[in-house]
């Protein structure tokens, strides 16, 4: 599995990060969910992304029970926009994961330069949790938008991680996919960690085609981690197979430049 600096955040993740936001209805209990994670752990896969709004801390927590903590990155998210709110929504998720410290915590959903400043209460907040030592790395997450919203991510000296979409025909983004790859390279090159999600549209393109649309994200080098929900165990081989031969492919590439 390929491993790698998460930008510029001292942070070291799996490529292929596992998003936890269907195990709330994909497992009959937290514990189900945990085996899941743990089973995928054992192949590898060392980044795992959930969100306070997913309902899926709680499996976190239960993958967590028993391990080395500090060989997992966990990556969550707040709705919050002010300080108070987003100060119980950091003690809910280390309560709910059962850990001291969350390594990096996401306002979830930026939609436009205006929404950020408007969540700069709880932005402060996420601040003075990673002085505390509750919180290791501050970021957002953004989703459908493009444009100014990545102008104002990108440019915020302060935001370490952007999560965002992109798959290989653009979908679920409303705006160009050369111009938002284009961020993603400028973002990538300020030194911020970049995970992509929605590679597969969400599962809205044919189940023959899902393999050759994970692939693609793989090959997006300015991406640091590919997000790819997991909720059964032949997904993890599935992803854990993709992003094994790739790295595999990248390395024969590689020693034949040398």
Same mark, same amino acid.
């Given at each position: 599995?390929?491993?790698?600096?998460?930008?510029?955040?001292?942070?070291?993740?799996?490529?292929?990060?596992?998003?936890?936001?269907? %195990?709330?209805?994909?497992?009959? /209990?937290?514990?189900?969910?945990?085996?899941?994670?743990?089973?995928?752990?054992?192949?590898?896969?060392?980044?795992?992304?959930?969100?306070?709004?997913?309902?899926? &801390?709680?499996?976190?927590?239960?993958?967590?029970?028993?391990?080395?903590?500090?060989?997992?990155?966990?990556?969550?998210?707040?709705?919050?926009?002010?300080?108070?709110?987003?100060? $119980?929504?950091?003690?809910?998720?280390?309560?709910?994961?059962?850990?001291?410290?969350?390594?990096?915590?996401?306002?979830?959903?930026?939609?436009?330069?205006?929404?950020?400043?408007?969540?700069?209460?709880?932005? *402060?907040?996420?601040?003075?949790?990673?002085?505390?030592?509750?919180?290791?790395?501050?970021?957002? /997450?953004?989703?459908?938008?493009?444009?100014?919203?990545?102008? +104002?991510?990108?440019?915020?000296?302060?935001?370490?991680?952007?999560?965002?979409?992109?798959? $290989?025909?653009?979908?679920?983004?409303?705006? /160009?996919?050369?111009?938002?790859?284009?961020?993603?390279?400028?973002?990538?090159?300020?030194?911020?960690?970049?995970?992509?999600? *929605?590679?597969?549209? +969400?599962?809205?393109?044919?189940?023959?085609?899902?393999?050759?649309?994970?692939?693609?994200?793989?090959?997006?080098?300015?991406?640091?981690?590919?997000? %790819?929900?997991? /909720?059964?165990?032949? &997904?993890?081989?599935?992803?854990?197979?993709?992003?094994?031969?790739? +790295?595999?492919?990248?390395?024969?590439?590689?020693?034949?430049?040398?």
């Amino acid at each position: 599995m390929e491993r790698l600096e998460y930008g510029q955040t001292g942070l070291e993740i799996s490529r292929l990060c596992f998003g936890a936001g269907h %195990l709330k209805n994909a497992c009959a /209990s937290y514990e189900e969910g945990g085996k899941l994670l743990r089973a995928a752990f054992d192949c590898g896969i060392t980044f795992w992304d959930t969100a306070e709004g997913y309902g899926s &801390q709680p499996h976190v927590g239960a993958g967590l029970d028993g391990m080395d903590r500090s060989q997992v990155v966990i990556q969550t998210k707040t709705t919050a926009k002010d300080y108070e709110g987003a100060r $119980k929504s950091i003690s809910r998720s280390l309560r709910e994961m059962k850990t001291d410290y969350i390594d990096v915590l996401l306002l979830h959903g930026v939609s436009s330069p205006e929404d950020l400043q408007s969540r700069e209460g709880a932005f *402060k907040a996420l601040l003075d949790a990673k002085r505390e030592g509750l919180v290791r790395v501050v970021g957002c /997450s953004t989703h459908l938008h493009t444009g100014p919203v990545m102008d +104002a991510v990108i440019d915020h000296p302060e935001i370490q991680v952007i999560l965002t979409t992109a798959n $290989k025909e653009g979908r679920m983004l409303e705006g /160009s996919l050369v111009r938002h790859l284009e961020y993603i390279k400028r973002a990538n090159e300020r030194g911020k960690g970049i995970s992509i999600m *929605k590679v597969i549209a +969400a599962g809205q393109i044919d189940e023959s085609e899902i393999a050759d649309w994970i692939r693609w994200g793989f090959e997006l080098e300015t991406a640091h981690a590919i997000n %790819l929900g997991i /909720s059964k165990y032949p &997904q993890i081989d599935l992803d854990v197979g993709i992003a094994r031969d790739h +790295a595999k492919a990248r390395r024969v590439s590689q020693s034949k430049a040398a």
